[in-house]
């Protein structure tokens, strides 16, 4: 089998600015099927299958490598399994889809400005209040290294399904990790960003999979997809 699967993100502003970039090289990407359709199809190079994922699955199956290239956040990528950046090769940062994850706190935590700062609260938290500090977040996976990193344990995370930066204000969780890009949303819920809380500058990657199975004649389809791109 000599054709390679693309994966492009099935929905939102992320995926029409992918098929924009595909059909400035002159790689038009058609979904006969209508937008509620999985499958697409590129004319100018049939041997490029397409389909159409979320971007959390993308970014599991570049790492697994059943998936050829795709494009989704490169947090998705840090996110779903700590060796994910091994597993797949940056090809084309893409300059949209920009987001920082970051850790907020509440304003009022004047005494607060950075992460030593925050484990001397952790570290005292249970004692003046009962009970562990509780993070709310979405990033579980880059929260726990990124905690410990700066010694961070005493801490609890409240896995966030809607919208994280309202978890403090609504009683929920005492600060939050999350996505920003303007951090707008963040100010208006009365959070700031700690001096050192980047914890990964994102944005849309195009990335291959270095797990997948890359035999000659793939590797030249491949070659010709990405020199298109350029």
Known sequence: MSSIMLALPSKGRLQEQAMELFAAS?????RPGGARSYLGE???????AVRFLSASEIARELIRGTIDLGITGEDLIHETAEQGPEQVDIVKRLGFGRADVI????????????????????ADF????????RVATKYVNLTRRHFARHGIAEYRIVESLGATEAAPASGAADLIVDITSTGSTLKANGLRILGDGVMLESEAVLMVARNADWPGP??????RLLSRLG
Do not use: F, K, Y
């Open 126 to 133: 249970r004692a003046r209040h009962g009970r562990w500090l």
């Open 103 to 122: 850790v907020a706190i509440p304003d009022a935590w004047v005494d607060v400005t950075d992460m030593d700062d925050l484990s001397d609260v952790a």
């Open 218 to 223: 793939r590797r030249a389809v491949l070659d």
């Open 42 to 48: 590129m004319a100018a190079m049939p041997d490029v």
């Open 26 to 30: 002159g790689l038009t990407i058609d």
